[in-house]
């Protein structure tokens, strides 16, 4: 059974930075998409970014474009999602889940076949 664990979420003040890392164990990591979705309170979930299998990359928001850098290291088993500039808004619960092969179309979670169980993202000064 695959596994993913989210890592790297904390406070921090508008306008800086964190990187979040999600863990692969078991499965053919270099056969999975992986995705970044977030949920603010009282919001619905929505996909951030996404890798595929061959480290092609999408920023599923407009309001990320530019300040979200999604990655893959193979080796590590772990994608990491850099956040920068970032807004009271990117607050949420950040979630990393995992699919064959290509990224959702449009950030759809209910394709998502593996969830992590979330970090905490706040944005607060």
């Known amino acids: 059974q695959l596994e993913l664990v989210e890592s790297g979420g904390g406070l921090v003040q508008p306008g800086g930075s964190l990187r979040l890392s999600c863990a692969v164990s078991l499965g053919s990591f270099d056969r999975l998409a992986i995705a970044w979705f977030r949920q603010a309170p009282g919001k619905e979930r929505e996909g951030v970014s996404c890798?595929?299998?061959?480290?092609?990359?999408?920023n599923f928001l407009d309001s990320v474009k530019g300040r979200f850098t999604i990655s893959r290291d193979n080796a590590k088993r772990t994608v990491d999602l850099q956040m920068n500039n970032l807004k009271p808004e990117d607050t949420g619960v950040y979630y990393c889940a995992a699919v064959p092969i290509d990224c959702p179309y449009r950030g759809a979670s209910d394709v998502m076949n593996y969830w992590g169980k979330g970090t905490l993202v706040t944005v607060s000064s």
């Open positions: 890798v595929n299998h061959v480290s092609g990359t999408i």
